[in-house]
C-alpha cells in the first residue's frame, strides 16, 4: 500500500552529476532489472535516508528477517518451548 502511495506522487525534476563508471554501472543494473534509472535513483534515496535518519529498519535487513521467519518457522517455534 505504502509503494502504491509513492508511484502515485508526483515528482520533482532536479539536476546532479556523477561518476561515469557509476552512471553506466546503475544503467546496466536498472537494464538487467527491466526497471527505470529513475526508479533505482529514489530506492537509493530512499534506502539513504532511512539509513542515516534510523527511523525505520532498513529494507534488506527487514526480508532477511522475514524470508527467515518462513523458512525456519517450525524451528523458532520448537525452540520457544
Not at 533505482?40 to 525505520?56: C, F, H, P, Q, S
Not at 529494507?59 to 525456519?72: G, L, P, T
Request: net charge positive; aromatic share 6%.
Amino acid at each position: 500500500m505504502q509503494q502504491a502511495q509513492r508511484e502515485k506522487t508526483a515528482k520533482v525534476k532536479f539536476a546532479t552529476q556523477a561518476d561515469p563508471v557509476v552512471l553506466q554501472t546503475l544503467k546496466s543494473i536498472a537494464a538487467s532489472e527491466g526497471r527505470q534509472i529513475q526508479a533505482l535513483v529514489d530506492e537509493a534515496l530512499r534506502d539513504y535516508i532511512e539509513r542515516k535518519t534510523g527511523n525505520t529498519p532498513r529494507r534488506h535487513v527487514m526480508d532477511a528477517f522475514r524470508n527467515s521467519m518462513e523458512q525456519y518457522d517450525s524451528l523458532y517455534r520448537e525452540l520457544a518451548k
